[in-house]
């Protein structure tokens, strides 16, 4: 069975950090990108980020809202994902997912994780 | 970046009503959109993929449709569990963007 899981979540204060975790398991980790996504409390979804592939560079991609902020990175050897957030806002409060994508255009965001929370507050 | 527009934003229905939800691109996406939904306190599960291919395991009762900007999700025949909040996403360029969702309350 695929599965992701999340942890790392918790309070930090503006202009803190904070580094998520994702673990994935039932399938081949190193054929898949990987996504952030997260979502505000009673709002919406929002793309945070993407790592390609050992084929593809390891490569990243970045919302707007966190690039030069935010950074992806990945041990295939642990089958785990990370993303490490500076300079953290307030409105980065969120529930954090990780998905798992292909890599070409059709097949994106399948699985999900259960998602872990991030309050940024003082 | 691609805006994606879906409409309604909410609507209520009973069970055995034929469901619509139009989600509405800024600039043509070819078929990339996907179709989520979103159930209270559970992760998004991918419903559709390709417009218009249904996710193994989905209820058939599920389809899309669409190409270029405009997209619609039909459930044939609402069910208990499909009360939920349904998400469409571009994934044509970067960013991938999603709409702002559709929640469907029991009427």
């Known amino acids: 069975e695929v599965q992701l899981v999340e942890s790392g979540g918790g309070l930090v204060q503006p202009g803190g950090s904070l580094r998520l975790f994702c673990a994935a398991s039932?399938?081949?980790?190193?054929?898949?990108?990987m996504d952030w996504i997260r979502q505000a409390p009673g709002k919406g979804l929002e793309w945070v980020g993407r790592?390609?592939?050992?084929?593809?560079?390891?490569?990243?991609e970045y919302a707007a809202s966190v690039k030069n902020r935010f950074t992806i990175s990945r041990d295939d050897s642990k089958n785990s994902i990370y993303l490490q957030m500076n300079s953290l806002r307030t409105e980065d409060t969120a529930l954090y997912y990780c998905?798992?994508?292909?890599?070409?255009?059709?097949?994106?965001?399948?699985?999900w994780g259960q998602g872990t929370l991030v309050t940024v507050s003082s | 970046d691609i805006q994606m527009t879906q409409s309604p934003s909410a609507m209520s229905a009973s069970v055995g009503d034929r469901v619509t939800i139009t989600c509405r691109a800024s600039?043509?996406?070819?078929?990339?959109l996907t179709w989520f939904q979103q159930k209270p306190g559970e992760a998004p599960k991918r419903l559709l993929y390709?417009?218009?291919t249904l996710q193994s395991g989905v209820p058939s009762r599920f389809s899309g449709s669409g190409s270029g900007t405009e997209f619609t999700l039909t459930i044939s025949s609402l069910q208990p569990e499909d009360f939920a909040t349904y998400y469409c996403?571009?994934?044509?360029?970067?960013?991938?963007?999603f709409g702002q969702g559709t929640k469907v309350e029991i009427k």
């Open positions: 600039q043509g996406i070819s078929n990339y």
């Open positions: 039932g399938f081949i980790f190193g054929e898949h990108y």
């Open positions: 790592i390609r592939n050992k084929p593809s560079g390891y490569s990243t």
């Open positions: 996403l571009q994934h044509n360029s970067y960013p991938p963007t």
């Open positions: 998905a798992r994508s292909s890599t070409g255009w059709s097949n994106w965001f399948d699985p």
């Open positions: 390709a417009a218009s």
